[in-house]
């Protein structure tokens, strides 16, 4: 018989798991090495100013229909972006750079470009890169963005490509030592599957032991992907999980999406509670380890440990909201990899997405105890 969810539904219900966040995560751990991929954006960034809201600024296109309209915003400028090369940075900052991370990714035509060199350069460990970067424009409101993206290079990032790109002995080499393996934007990556598939078969080819790299998975918006790809994604997804400690990580609007794949229609459900049954289900029917919901206000976590829902530190105004999903999934994986169970690992995702929002970078261990702390205290500030 299945365990009822825990849902904790504040901050002072978590005094234990606070406890138990700070005490596993001020013990030293062994350096760590892994692999992050495979996507690559140069994301422009856009503040409307005028209507501030996407609740606002929807209606006001829908009326303009047809004829035409303006509104006031501000560029803020471009950087470099992608959720794997977002996911890598906030790897290397989480552990205060003690960690060795390689990107494999579409960073540039033949050689990195200056912009990945630049932010990536002096944090990873080595970069390799398969194709041309795709390009977003990221409309910024107070309550969410839209990303406007142009794709086209996103299907020269296959299999052969990287084999060919990084070379058989250097990808063997990094795979032999690897404790982690992190796949991200699979939505986006027309032949991503295949190369996750491909990665955790030389695994077991190189002997490394079952269970012993943590493989994390974000899908990232995938609706554009016809079901024949979801079905193929998730057959790949045993295979992989018989090697591999896995993590299926999905903010909640993806969650509904795949809900909708096993026939469950979960769209406008945003309660703790809904939101736990969700995971639950969605474990049930896909073959993984660890599946993991995060809507803006919290997260959920499904795992033969049971559900559990962890709320978080819920910013209403964040100063940046691109790379939030990004910095909540590699505060997960971290955790992850110190051993935290389900709740501890939804905090330690909580705090790193909250901090990263309120002030743009990403958060260290020592950074999640201090926010903890002003978020018990009631004294969270919307900037850091």
Same mark, same amino acid.
């Given at each position: 018989?299945?365990?009822?969810?825990?849902?904790?539904?504040?901050?002072?219900?978590?005094?234990?798991?606070?406890?138990?966040?700070?005490?596993?995560?001020?013990?030293?751990?062994?350096?760590?090495?892994?692999?992050?991929?495979?996507?690559?954006?140069?994301?422009?960034?856009?503040?409307?100013?005028?209507?501030?809201?996407?609740? /606002?600024?929807?209606?006001?296109?829908?009326?303009?229909?047809?004829?035409?309209?303006?509104?006031?915003?501000?560029?803020?400028?471009?950087?470099?972006?992608?959720?794997?090369?977002?996911?890598?940075?906030?790897?290397?900052?989480?552990?205060?750079?003690?960690?060795?991370?390689?990107?494999?990714?579409?960073?540039?035509?033949?050689?990195?470009?200056?912009?990945?060199?630049?932010?990536?350069?002096?944090?990873?460990?080595?970069?390799?890169?398969?194709?041309?970067?795709?390009?977003?424009?990221?409309?910024?409101?107070?309550?969410?963005?839209?990303?406007? =993206?142009?794709? @086209?290079?996103?299907?020269?990032?296959?299999?052969?490509?990287?084999?060919? =790109?990084?070379?058989?002995?250097?990808?063997? @080499?990094?795979?032999?030592?690897?404790?982690?393996?992190?796949?991200?934007?699979?939505?986006?990556?027309?032949?991503?599957?295949?190369?996750?598939?491909?990665?955790?078969?030389?695994?077991?080819?190189?002997?490394?032991?079952?269970?012993?790299?943590?493989?994390?998975?974000?899908?990232?918006?995938?609706?554009?992907?016809?079901?024949?790809?979801? /079905?193929?994604?998730?057959?790949?997804?045993?295979?992989?999980?018989?090697?591999?400690?896995?993590?299926?990580?999905?903010?909640?609007?993806?969650?509904?999406?795949?809900?909708?794949?096993?026939?469950?229609?979960?769209?406008?459900?945003?309660?703790?509670?809904?939101?736990?049954?969700?995971?639950?289900?969605?474990?049930? =029917?896909?073959?993984?380890?660890?599946?993991?919901?995060?809507?803006?206000?919290?997260? @959920?976590?499904?795992?033969?440990?049971?559900?559990?829902?962890?709320?978080?530190?819920?910013?209403? /105004?964040?100063?940046?909201?691109?790379?939030?999903?990004?910095?909540?999934?590699?505060?997960?994986?971290?955790?992850?990899?110190?051993?935290?169970?389900?709740?501890?690992?939804?905090?330690?995702?909580?705090?790193?997405?909250?901090?990263?929002?309120?002030?743009?970078?990403?958060?260290?261990?020592?950074?999640?105890?201090?926010?903890?702390?002003?978020?018990?205290?009631?004294?969270?500030?919307?900037?850091?």
């Amino acid at each position: 018989m299945a365990t009822a969810p825990i849902i904790y539904p504040n901050v002072a219900a978590l005094a234990d798991v606070i406890d138990q966040f700070k005490s596993q995560s001020a013990t030293t751990q062994a350096r760590l090495s892994g692999l992050c991929g495979f996507d690559g954006f140069i994301d422009t960034f856009v503040r409307l100013q005028t209507p501030a809201s996407m609740a /606002e600024f929807g209606p006001k296109v829908a009326a303009a229909a047809g004829i035409a309209a303006s509104y006031p915003a501000q560029h803020l400028g471009d950087k470099f972006g992608g959720n794997g090369p977002l996911f890598a940075a906030a790897m290397h900052d989480i552990h205060g750079g003690a960690i060795d991370v390689t990107y494999i990714g579409a960073m540039g035509a033949g050689e990195v470009l200056p912009i990945y060199q630049e932010a990536l350069g002096h944090k990873l460990k080595r970069l390799y890169t398969l194709a041309a970067p795709a390009h977003t424009t990221c409309l910024e409101f107070t309550d969410g963005k839209v990303m406007l =993206c142009d794709m @086209a290079t996103c299907a020269q990032v296959t299999w052969e490509r990287l084999l060919e =790109c990084v070379g058989s002995a250097a990808l063997d @080499a990094e795979l032999k030592t690897a404790s982690f393996i992190s796949a991200v934007n699979w939505g986006k990556l027309p032949h991503a599957g295949t190369i996750w598939s491909q990665l955790a078969q030389r695994l077991a080819d190189l002997g490394v032991p079952a269970k012993q790299v943590v493989f994390f998975m974000d899908l990232a918006e995938f609706e554009t992907r016809p079901m024949s790809d979801r /079905e193929d994604l998730l057959a790949r997804l045993e295979p992989i999980t018989r090697q591999c400690r896995t993590m299926l990580s999905f903010n909640l609007k993806e969650a509904w999406q795949m809900g909708e794949v096993f026939g469950a229609d979960y769209h406008g459900r945003m309660e703790p509670a809904a939101v736990t049954e969700l995971a639950d289900l969605l474990r049930s =029917c896909i073959a993984v380890d660890r599946v993991i919901i995060h809507p803006n206000s919290g997260a @959920a976590c499904a795992s033969a440990s049971g559900t559990v829902y962890v709320p978080g530190p819920f910013c209403r /105004e964040p100063l940046i909201s691109t790379g939030a999903g990004d910095n909540f999934g590699a505060g997960c994986l971290a955790a992850a990899l110190r051993g935290f169970d389900d709740a501890t690992m939804l905090l330690a995702g909580n705090c790193a997405s909250g901090h990263f929002v309120r002030s743009g970078r990403s958060a260290t261990f020592p950074d999640m105890v201090q926010l903890l702390d002003a978020w018990a205290a009631d004294s969270l500030a919307e900037r850091l």
